[in-house]
């Protein structure tokens, strides 16, 4: 069964320091690996999608990256502001339409 | 707007009392999925639809049931509530459910069973 983790599972930061996210998953065949944002009493938000064959996707000051052989994703958000504070969350597409999340890294950037 | 509806936001109701969630989506997506989130859990999928008539249990469908007899909406039936099913329900629509299409969320419905 695809077990898909994050950690940590809160960070705080100064902002303009670069955030580096972390998540883990057992099995790599996966068909994507998607992160999400969300903020406290919303739903979640799409940020990058990286398909299997990919190794990157990168969107303004996110970027993110995906090493299948390892298990891996890596969530890079440069020069961190405040307004990036949020929970962010991974999830593994292990199978069509089935999606295995993590649960998430809580983030504070302090001003 | 494009956007994905729940209703109702919050619901407060007791054990065994039957209720549905409705889940509604104006984009014409394909593919639409129920979550339940719990504290250190993440999400866990409960059911998913890739089109109309044709739904798949997720990881946690026990005590679930869904229709998809439209293409816009996929209710989240609780035939039986009991006090585990306590969550944070999320419903989301994708365009067509390929693994290059991103999910869209709606904003949430808190229930407490008592």
């Known amino acids: 069964k695809q077990e898909v983790t994050q950690i940590p599972a809160a960070l705080s930061v100064p902002e303009g320091e670069n955030l580096v996210l972390n998540c883990s998953f057992t099995?790599?065949?996966?068909?994507?690996l998607q992160w999400f944002r969300q903020d406290p009493g919303k739903g979640l938000t799409s940020l990058l999608l990286?398909?299997?064959?990919?190794r990157e996707q990168t969107s303004g000051r996110l970027n993110a990256s995906l090493d299948k052989s390892s298990g891996r994703s890596t969530l890079y958000i440069a020069a961190s502001q405040p307004g990036d504070s949020a929970t962010y969350l991974c999830?593994?597409?292990?199978?069509?339409?089935?999606?295995?999340f993590g649960a998430g890294t809580q983030v504070v950037v302090t001003p | 707007e494009a956007q994905v509806t729940q209703n109702p936001r919050y619901l407060i109701t007791v054990t065994g009392k039957k209720l549905t969630v409705t889940c509604s989506q104006n984009?014409?997506?394909?593919?639409m999925s129920w979550y339940r989130q719990d504290p250190g859990l993440g999400l866990r999928q409960i059911y998913y639809?890739?089109?109309?008539?044709?739904?798949d249990k997720g990881d946690v469908p026990e005590g679930y049931k869904v229709s998809r007899k439209e293409k816009r909406n996929f209710p989240l039936i609780l035939e039986s509530p009991s006090p585990n099913q306590t969550s944070l329900y999320f419903c989301?629509?994708?365009?067509?459910?390929?693994?290059?299409?991103?999910?869209?969320f709606g904003p949430g419905t808190r229930l407490t069973v008592l």
């Open positions: 989301a629509s994708s365009p067509e459910g390929l693994v290059t299409d991103t999910q869209y």
């Open positions: 099995d790599s065949a996966i068909y994507n």
């Open positions: 990286i398909q299997s064959s990919q």
């Open positions: 999830a593994a597409e292990y199978s069509w339409g089935k999606f295995q």
């Open positions: 984009m014409n997506h394909e593919y």
């Open positions: 639809s890739m089109n109309v008539e044709v739904t």
